[in-house]
């Protein structure tokens, strides 16, 4: 593999979250590029999804093994895209990994139905019934802003060069909006099992579909009430609850000491021995809208001018939840690409694969194989259109 450079840096952004809204933050962006590259800059950003920060999801670092001195970096997707030539950026929405959290230094700020998770490190018995900040933490406009910025960032560091996106999971309520408002910014795009609700919050406004829904319940609207169940910034995983959905046991301890090392206050929380914290993965709870069947054929951006490639597992219940669960909370990667207008678009649907292949040796060998195909000409696997399923054995075949 190349030689690679690493540089983190810290983003100057005006923040549009209502609990620090108009203050100067610095969003955290992790850089890999080949030492020594020339030439036009191939620029990706890569985004975490809801709740695991970018680091642990994109570039996580094994210890040596093997009677090797080097660390392992066969899991790390960044590190993979880097070294076929791009130059790959990592960042951290507000409310996740190394860029900063506001009002979630508070356990009261807490999901009140996850704070049974914080009785010993730190107790919450002096919390009261109303949190000191009773407001979910990011919405789409903060978060699309957020996004804006490090775009801006990165083509200015790469000769103004379209930047490719890929993004896991909930990322999709990020990337795929931004990408439909500013389209001369996105080359292309790349979503891991994206979540799309059909009938998801947008605006209704034919002229304005992405403006903020009726009820967002945004504390700069005094007016409105916070949506019921969206009243605190914070949501809590337990070491436990994020290592069961883990397959391979002892990646799931290094994927937690990941998520730890970025966080030094979760990391001092959880565990059931006092003065002995275990740790807890907070994650911002944030307030979505702008993503669904409605706004996606937006300016018949998606599959023309950004061409769009989706991967998925059949064994994926997260990306793909019941239609009776109503239209907040009903996925479906399917009607993502059905929505999608251009015909420059290609799905695959992987038979094995959950919500998680990055954690998973094989899965997270050919998912980095896709995106580089993907990014590199627009193939993967030879197709470059349509609907497709790849089997176990790696046979790929078209879906009628």
């Known amino acids: 593999m190349p030689q690679l450079t690493l540089v983190d840096h810290k983003v100057k952004h005006k923040s549009s979250i209502p609990a620090n809204a108009g203050e100067d933050v610095e969003l955290f962006v992790r850089e890999y590029k080949t030492a020594g590259s020339s030439g036009t800059p191939k620029p990706v950003l890569m985004l975490h999804g809801r709740s695991v920060p970018a680091l642990p999801g ?13 660390p392992d970096t066969s899991y790390s997707w960044a590190q993979f895209l880097a070294g076929k030539g791009y130059d790959v950026y990592i960042m951290d929405l507000q409310g996740s990994g190394l860029s ?14 996850q704070r049974g998770l914080l009785e010993t490190n730190p107790g919450t ?23 804006a910025t490090v775009v801006k960032f990165i083509r200015a560091r790469c000769g103004n060069e379209k930047v490719s996106f890929i993004g896991w999971s909930a990322a999709s ?12 910014d996105v080359a292309r795009m790349f ?35 916070p949506p019921a169940g969206f009243g605190f910034p914070m949501n809590l995983t337990s070491k436990a609850g994020l290592q069961a959905t883990i397959s391979d046991k002892d990646l799931a301890g290094h994927v937690w000491q990941s998520i730890m ?9 959880g565990g059931t021995t006092a003065g002995a914290p275990e740790g807890v993965m907070r994650w911002r709870n944030s307030y979505w809208w702008g993503w669904n069947t409605s706004t996606v054929p937006y300016g018949s951006t998606l599959g023309t001018s950004v061409p769009v490639c989706i991967v ?25 690409y059905q929505a999608i207008p251009g015909a420059d678009k290609l799905m695959i649907r992987v038979e094995g694969w959950d919500h998680q292949p990055v954690w998973d040796r094989r899965p997270n060998q050919i998912l980095q194989q896709m995106s580089w195909k993907w990014l590199d000409d627009k193939k993967v696997y030879g197709v470059e259109g349509g ?9 790929v075949t078209e879906v009628e």
Request: charged fraction near 15%.
């Open 58 to 70: 994109f570039d996580l670092v094994l210890p040596p093994k093997g009677g090797s001195t080097h």
């Open 100 to 113: 900063p959290r506001p009002k979630m230094e508070d356990p009261c700020n807490a999901n009140p139905a």
């Open 125 to 147: 018995g002096t919390c009261s019934p109303t949190a000191p900040y009773p407001h979910q933490l990011g919405n789409s406009q903060s978060e699309w802003d957020e996004l």
């Open 173 to 184: 309520f990020v990337m795929g909006p931004y990408a439909l408002q500013n389209p001369g």
């Open 191 to 225: 979503l891991l099992a994206p979540i799309f609700p059909p009938a998801g919050r947008w605006s209704t406004h034919p002229e304005a579909p992405f403006a903020p829904p009726p009820g967002t319940g945004l504390p700069t609207q005094p007016e409105s009430k």
């Open 261 to 269: 090392d970025c966080d030094s206050v979760g990391q001092k929380w």
């Open 312 to 336: 998925y597992g059949d064994q994926d219940t997260t990306a793909n939840t019941a239609v009776e669960l109503g239209p907040v909370l009903h996925f479906s990667v399917p009607d993502l």
């Open 387 to 395: 609907s497709w399923v790849m089997d176990a054995d790696g046979v």
